[in-house]
């Protein structure tokens, strides 16, 4: 690549356009990245929205994938500041009578916990949450790629395919269904759709073998330590460029893009195929998210005690509440009671909060 290539451009900023400005600078690409905010990162951001010196994560949170990522293993972030911080408790799934389903890091811990779902719980995590690490090459690397460890990939793969609403049956106690049907609804679509099972499989096997950690000093840090290392590998950054049209792209022999499939349509116009074209331009954007950062003084009182523990909370009722939810959303219409994400990020990293001041991200 060395040789064929000398300069790289990588439109968007965010947290896979820095990603790929990286791989491109590590291979000896002189890379510019172009950013249209004023501050590169997109949802991997952090702020002082509230109250000085009150830390609150702009999108992204909890990061059970990110720290066992390879592609960030490799590149020694900590030495740009990037250190994981985990709850006492990952998740928890409260109900109306102060029953919960709680996800622990340990398999073993968290079947207890579940009664006549433990056996189904093990089943299901124990075997692949010890593989993680070998599955981690192969979900999260390219799609079009031979398997580097097929059989793990099989065993773990089978039951992705099934909707949510499936595996969900298998459960017998509604904290075993709850637990499992709140993270397979971070999929953000209907739990009956097929392979909506994949995302609450993937979180929670990642769970189970790392933990679902928060960025010390919110998840800007990320950002932060990934801009330090392009910054190391030579590579630029241009904040404030918004690129609408081809002809605003520089000169480059590669160029990338971290956007949405219908602005490269329209940035790149008839330079790109037609078919491409239209299959980017004809793309259905999934439900929006509703977000309210909240400054509290002391904790949350959840009825369920291990909540106070937790890093999230999921509030969503019992499974049969929660898939009525997703599929008014889905269908654009706003639940009475909708599927809430509860961040307390801050009983991991207390750096976040001011004196009994706290930021609850929702």
């Known amino acids: ?83 994981w911080l985990l709850p006492d408790i990952d998740c928890v799934h409260p109900l109306d009578d102060g029953s919960a389903g709680v996800l622990h890091r340990s398999v073993g811990q968290t079947a207890d916990g579940l009664g006549a779902d433990g056996r189904r719980w093990r089943a299901l995590f124990d075997w692949t949450s010890q593989r993680f690490d070998m599955l981690a090459e192969d979900i999260m690397g390219p799609l079009l790629s031979i398997p580097g460890h097929p059989i793990t990939l099989a065993r773990f793969g089978a039951p992705t395919v099934l909707p949510a609403s499936v595996l969900a049956r298998l459960f017998r106690t509604d904290q075993g269904r709850a637990l499992f049907g709140g993270v397979a609804a971070h999929a953000f679509r209907p ?23 928060v960025a010390a000093g919110g998840s800007q840090s990320i950002t932060n330590a990934l801009v330090a290392t392009l910054d190391e590998l030579g590579g630029k950054i ?15 022999d590669v160029t990338m893009f971290d956007l949405a499939p219908d602005a490269v349509a329209g940035i790149l116009g008839d330079r790109m195929p037609g078919r491409i074209a239209r299959a980017y331009n004809k793309l259905r954007r999934g439900p929006g998210a509703f977000k309210v950062d909240f ?21 969503g009722g019992p499974y049969a509440e929660l898939a009525a939810a997703e599929r008014e959303v889905h269908a654009g219409r706003m639940p009475q ?11 991991a990293d207390p750096e976040r909060s001011v004196g009994n001041i706290h930021p609850l991200w929702t």
């Open 1 to 83: 690549m060395k040789g064929a290539s000398q300069t790289a451009i990588v439109a968007g900023g965010g947290p896979n356009g820095l990603a790929a400005a990286i791989t491109l600078a590590k291979a000896g690409l002189q890379v510019t990245v172009l950013e249209a905010a004023e501050e590169v990162g997109g949802g991997a951001r952090s702020s002082e929205a509230i109250v000085p010196d009150l830390v609150h994560d702009h999108c992204s949170a909890i990061h059970p994938m990110a720290v066992g990522s390879e592609f960030l293993a490799g590149l020694d972030l900590d030495r740009h500041g990037l250190s």
């Open 337 to 347: 009671r909708p599927f809430v994400l509860v961040g307390q990020q801050y009983l």
């Open 238 to 252: 241009e904040t404030g460029v918004r690129v609408q049209a081809a002809s605003q792209l520089p000169p480059a």
């Open 191 to 213: 739990l009956h759709y097929p392979m909506t099972s994949a995302i609450g499989l993937g979180i929670i096997t990642a769970g189970h073998r790392h933990g679902w950690p």
């Open 295 to 315: 400054a509290i003084e002391g904790a949350v009182p959840w009825t369920n005690p291990q909540a106070r523990r937790a890093g999230t909370v999921h509030l």
